[in-house]
């Protein structure tokens, strides 16, 4: 082992593997995200209201709508109270239309005690991929909730 090059790949090799979470401080925080977010994707994939459900009383609501053939954003900010309603007033919509989306490189990054989910959605029934950005975290009772949410449509 007299080669300074595989002493040091021996070294780098043996340091991710003894620090399995190095990227959180708090691995409950990762975990706890984690599983909100499976939770949603779940409840979108039913179709279920209880989606609404999973957002803070507080969350910070926006929206890309991108149109596709004129490339005009426009870029809406919404209530989430409102959002919530709309949520549960379009999800037998969606279920008739099939809207259902699915994730890729879903990205976790902890943010003091909030992680923040960064994936691609990919929308089966308008084929097409955009970024959908969650911050969840602890609500004041310690149950993790939506604390923002920025999202991309496009029409």
Known sequence: MDNPMKRFLILLLAAVLLV???AFADDKNLKAAE????TYMHYEDRFDPRLADL???NA????RMVDAATGD???LHIPPTRYREMIRE?????RREKD???YAAIRYTEEGDNVRIRADRQSLR????APLTLLVGPNPDGEWVILEEFSEIRR
């Open 20 to 22: 399995p979470s190095a």
């Open 35 to 38: 599983k909100l977010f499976r």
């Open 55 to 57: 957002y803070a009383d």
């Open 60 to 63: 910070l609501i926006s929206t």
């Open 73 to 75: 954003v426009e870029t």
């Open 90 to 94: 379009h999800i037998n919509l969606a």
């Open 100 to 102: 259902k989306g699915r």
């Open 126 to 129: 308008d084929n097409y991929t």
